[in-house]
Structure formats: structure tokens, C-alpha cells
């Protein structure tokens, strides 16, 4: 088992930065691609962006690329998400998630899920 935690959302104006923080408790930290989801009202989750066990390989959605950018810190058991240049549409809950495989950019892919953060982007 492992369990996540997310932190780090808030309410940011449109071109600002925010840096959440997920941190991973339980298995072997550095066994498990990591990734963040997100979800906005009335649609589906969707992936974000992903890291690998190894943390050698990151995966971004196009909607990310440029401005997010993800990394792990194996000595904290934690893992970042940069997001700088937030635009209106960036607004949702975003998901930690652990994967036991390599790499993972499925949503059926991830076997652990954090319980989420508030990520509100103002125009």
C-alpha cells in the first residue's frame, strides 16, 4: 500500500505560478511511477503529466508542455508539480497518483490515488 498526500493549491491569478507537492508514505518510493491527474466540473479526469520509477523519463499533456514541469526527490518520498504561466483553463482538482510499473500515462494505469487539491486560476 501507499498512501499520498497532495498539497500546495490555492487560488492564483491567470500567469502565476504554484507548486504542489505530493508525498508518498508506505512501499518503496522509488518502485512507483508517479503522476498527476486533473479534474475539472463536469468532465473527466484527465492525465497531466508523469515521471517515471527512476525519474529519468517525464510524459506531459500537450495542454502542459512549457509550463508545468514535474520531478521526484527520492530522499523526501515526494514528488513536485511546477506549474508556472497558469491560465483559466488550468482550474481543477489535481490528483497524485503511484503507479507499479516504470512509466504510466493511463488513468487505469495507476494503482494508488491521493485525495486531491484545489487549484483555482482567476482571469
Known amino acids: 500500500q501507499v498512501q499520498l498526500v497532495e498539497s500546495g493549491g490555492g487560488l492564483v491569478q491567470a500567469g502565476g505560478s504554484l507548486r504542489l507537492s505530493c508525498a508518498a508514505s508506505?512501499?518503496?518510493?522509488?518502485?512507483?511511477?508517479m503522476g498527476w491527474f486533473r479534474q475539472a466540473p463536469g468532465k473527466e479526469r484527465e492525465f497531466v503529466v508523469g515521471?517515471?520509477?527512476?525519474?529519468?523519463?517525464?510524459y506531459y499533456a500537450d495542454s502542459v508542455k512549457g509550463r508545468f514541469t514535474i520531478s521526484r526527490d527520492g530522499a523526501k518520498n515526494t514528488v513536485y508539480l511546477q506549474m508556472n504561466s497558469l491560465k483559466p483553463e488550468d482550474t481543477a482538482v489535481y490528483y497524485c497518483?503511484?503507479?507499479?510499473?516504470?512509466?504510466?500515462?493511463?488513468?487505469?494505469?495507476?494503482?494508488?490515488w491521493g485525495q486531491g487539491t484545489q487549484v483555482t486560476v482567476s482571469s
Open positions: 515521471i517515471s520509477w527512476s525519474g529519468g523519463s517525464t
Open positions: 497518483a503511484a503507479a507499479e510499473r516504470f512509466a504510466a500515462m493511463k488513468r487505469y494505469e495507476y494503482d494508488y
Open positions: 508506505g512501499r518503496t518510493f522509488s518502485s512507483y511511477a
